[in-house]
């Protein structure tokens, strides 16, 4: 599969062969479902806690007698039934992260970019290397060429780029190896480099 490349000024910068097994797929939900759910699993600090019956803070005294009171017999005020009293079986700290094998998130990742060339969302650029790059010209640059929302994948984010771009919202710069299924279904608009491209097929190759 041919597609057009341009540079970062909107002017045309040849054609890139990109390989069918890698961006011409036929997007699967399910596999995406399931990459996107292992890696915000993974995200998860899961550091919920609440307190326990031993845990909370009250006299060990029992609260009233046992009996003559026409209520219900209690020890402690600690019980869960009373107000401020320890939570029973609430969240305790854990891991939500589960196990995916590479050979599956490698799928992912291709059906992933399957299905940014699907939906027309897909630009190649010849490179990102700038020098001394500002952030408003490279705002002004991203809302000429129409990006909104977009992830740019290089093989190596050029130094002066990422310090331009990491003020501007709707851009964000990854290497190849921080490309990730979730960033780029995020995405409106997928950006690679030729160099990018050259790297993810050899990544997923």
Request: proline content about 2%.
């Amino acid at each position: 599969m041919k597609a057009e490349a341009i540079k970062l000024d909107g002017k045309a910068a040849g054609s890139v062969d990109l390989n069918d097994a890698i961006f011409g797929l036929e997007p699967r939900v399910d596999i995406l479902h399931r990459v996107v759910r292992w890696q915000r699993n993974n995200a998860q600090a899961g550091t919920h806690k609440v307190k326990t019956r031993s845990e909370v803070k009250y006299s060990t005294k029992k609260i009233y007698r046992q009996k003559g009171t026409g209520g219900a017999r209690h020890g402690a005020r600690s019980a869960p039934i009373f107000r401020g009293g320890g939570i029973y079986k609430g969240p305790t700290p854990r891991s939500h992260g589960h196990e995916l094998t590479k050979k599956f998130r490698k799928l992912g990742l291709r059906h992933a970019l399957s299905a940014k060339v699907a939906a027309g969302e897909l630009v190649i650029v010849d490179n990102i290397d700038v020098k001394d790059a500002k952030t408003s010209a490279l705002a002004k640059t991203v809302g000429a060429l129409g990006w909104k929302r977009c992830l740019i994948i290089d093989a190596t984010v050029n130094e002066d780029f990422a310090v331009a771009a990491r003020n501007i919202t709707s851009i964000n710069a990854l290497p190849v190896m921080g490309a990730n299924v979730y960033d780029i279904l995020k995405s409106d608009t997928l950006v690679l480099t030729k160099a990018g491209v050259e790297a993810l097929e050899a990544r997923l190759a």
